[in-house]
């Protein structure tokens, strides 16, 4: 449990230690935290020396929130995140994205690595996240409302903000980047799901699946702040390519794609007012 308490707390830290305001988030998921070499970094912090804060358990993730510029826009990146598999309550998990707020963000950028559920989908495909279905067992909200943070029913109707939708469209066409659009559906974890589960996942309307962001967004939208979000498709499970994971195989295609992802970001906070 992240409490309002020590979520100040850690804020007061970043703010005796931090000159400037960020005015986007970003989270960087599995493999794909190579962005922060394109950030002009002002401040780095080891998540260990932040007070409350979690620390990432995965050995993807550096465990690192970075404060600079990118596209010429203040921002603090989380090299690195939390899942609920790692046995962090789901409070711990969104602690950061309520921390950022608290610090200035306007918009909170996510990315995350992905199965394929669509047939339409490659590996190192991007999908922008238009909608998700949410199948972890616990919510971030649950348990008594934090009233700085929004009110008790927060409305998920554009979980995905449409307008940085079409801007990040925009600077696909732009780029010359193939880019996808679909429904993500997250899952408890850490293992990768079984074929049954896999065709139990495109029935109920899912493209792609994963272990994260939906705590996250919720968290993000309970603030009203507007998220824009993209899955790497790191492995395909759809019947035709359904093989074995082979999580090198995994990080390899998060890599391969990273550069197209940093390419979207980038443009897409150019394009921010």
Known sequence: MSTLKEIKQATDYLRDRVDFKPEVGIIL??????????????????????????????????????????????????????????????????????????????????????????????????????????????????????????????????????????????VAKEEHIDIKEGVYAGVQGPNLETPAEYRYLDTIGADAVGMSTIPENIAARHIQIPVFAVSVITDLCYAEKLKPAAIPEIIGAAINAEPKMTKIFKGLLKKLG
């Open 29 to 170: 998921g599995t493999g794909l935290g190579a962005l922060v070499e394109d950030i002009q970094i002002k401040y780095s912090f080891s998540y260990k020396d932040i007070p409350h804060f979690p620390v990432s358990t995965v050995e993807t993730h550096s465990g690192k929130l970075i404060f600079g510029e990118l596209s010429s826009k203040k921002v603090v990146a989380m090299q690195g995140r939390f899942h609920y598999y790692e046995g962090y309550s789901m409070q711990q998990i969104v602690m950061p994205v309520r921390m950022m707020y608290l610090l200035g963000i306007q918009y909170l950028f996510i990315s995350n690595a992905a199965g394929g559920l669509n047939k339409g989908l490659e590996l190192s495909d991007l999908m922008i996240i238009k909608d998700h279905i949410n199948l972890f067992p616990e919510n971030p909200l649950r348990g008594q409302n934090i009233d700085d943070f929004g009110g008790r029913f927060p409305d998920m109707y554009d979980a995905y903000d449409p307008n940085l939708i079409a801007l990040a469209k925009e």
